[in-house]
């Protein structure tokens, strides 16, 4: 383990900076869909890549205990967004 306050090792950074570009494109996945909605085409192929090639119809069931039922993939994106909760799944 390393000493508070001593910068990371190698390995360490690319693994804080790997999160943090995951992190940063699922945040601008996020801003595409809140400037453009679900039923634009482009959401629409992110949503498609991220369920491997078929957008779930709904409705959603989620891992989250206090809200696990959505209308729909849209509404549970919308929600992840919102809460920042980027990579919470169905």
């Known amino acids: 383990a390393q000493q508070p306050g001593t910068p990371l090792s190698d390995k360490e950074y690319h693994q804080f900076f790997k999160f943090l570009r995951i ?3 699922a945040s601008t996945a996020c801003h595409l869909r809140e400037l453009y909605g679900c039923k ?3 959401v629409q ?3 498609e890549y991220e369920n491997h ?3 779930p119809p709904g409705p959603i069931c ?3 205990p206090g809200n696990p039922f959505f209308r729909n993939f ?3 994106s919308l929600y992840r967004c919102i809460m920042k909760k980027y990579f919470l799944k169905v």
């Open 23 to 25: 992190t940063i494109q």
């Open 45 to 47: 192929r992110l949503d």
């Open 62 to 64: 989620s891992e989250l």
């Open 53 to 55: 090639g078929v957008i």
């Open 40 to 42: 634009n085409s482009l």
């Open 74 to 76: 849209c509404t549970f």
